[in-house]
């Protein structure tokens, strides 16, 4: 994409953050809004646990990221400068600017600033390592969903997508809980975002009993015909464990319910 036969190259793990992709980000296009959610862990020198992944570009784009603090700061200020009503008019559009954007920061800080530490044009380093899910509200009050890759890429999400160390299990539980709206032909995309908060808090939360590097709150931000808000920790962590709970509930009812009970005897019928 960016120059032909040309490679480049990751930074060494010796890199000023270690664990810099160490996170979990996903996002779920709803047929009313946008859902993204992560950890709020990261790892350098020190663990911290309150560290924004989400940003507000304005008052109709947010963006979760995973990669160096320095590439995060440079893309989120950048957008925040750069991208404007009028880039809304159309997924297309937005998609162009952010394409544009992405190019001139990947060739400022990976092409000219290999170049100046004296490496050729055929082991270019990396020194721009960003990528991060786009939720955006456009001028017709539809909802596009795009992953930004690391090497500059954009593709669009239709359903839901996971970025970060945490992926692999993002993702499974991403399958478990779709498998659900399949049985209606549908998909968590076809639901409504207040299921699809829940969803999205319980799939943080199931990533951090498992991924090492992912941790801290649950942070969750929808985009809808009002905007860019970010849900209060306590209201996500409430609602999130009254659903926990009603759906215990319902399962225990459903176990115990005779028609649904394991007749032992005929299974085992030699007992």
């Known amino acids: ?68 603090e320095r590439s995060i700061k440079i893309l989120v200020e950048t957008l925040q400068q750069r991208l404007k009503p009028e880039n809304l008019e159309s997924e297309q559009k937005l998609r162009d600017n952010l394409e544009n954007i992405l190019l001139e920061l990947h060739r400022h800080y990976s092409f000219e600033r290999s170049r100046k530490l004296g490496f050729d044009d055929k082991n270019i380093r990396n020194f721009f390592e960003v990528e991060a899910i786009v939720g955006a509200k456009l001028s017709n009050d539809t909802f596009c969903l795009l992953h930004i890759m690391s090497d500059g890429w954009i593709d669009t999400v239709n359903s839901y997508n996971a970025i970060g160390s945490g992926f692999p299990f993002a993702n499974l539980v991403f399958n478990q809980q779709n498998r ?46 009002e905007g860019f808000q970010e849900i209060p920790n306590k209201i996500q962590r409430d609602f999130y464990e009254k659903t926990i709970r009603a759906i215990s509930k319902v399962m225990e009812e459903k176990l115990s319910d005779e028609e649904n009970k394991l007749d032992f005897k005929n299974m085992f019928p030699n007992n």
């Open 1 to 68: 994409m960016l120059l032909d036969n040309t490679q480049i190259e990751p930074r060494s793990q010796e890199s000023e953050n270690l664990h810099e992709n160490m996170t979990t980000i996903i996002g779920i296009k709803c047929k009313d809004g946008i859902v993204i959610a992560s950890d709020s862990q990261a790892s350098s020198q020190m663990k911290n646990m309150q560290v924004s992944k989400i940003f507000k570009i304005n008052d109709n784009i947010g963006i979760g990221t995973a990669g160096s």
């Open 180 to 225: 659900i709206p399949m049985m209606d032909g549908k998909s968590l995309s076809d639901l409504d975002i207040s299921y699809n908060i829940w969803i999205a808090s319980y799939i943080i939360n199931e990533v951090k009993a498992i991924e090492l590097y992912t941790g801290g709150n649950t942070k969750v931000v929808i985009i809808t015909n």
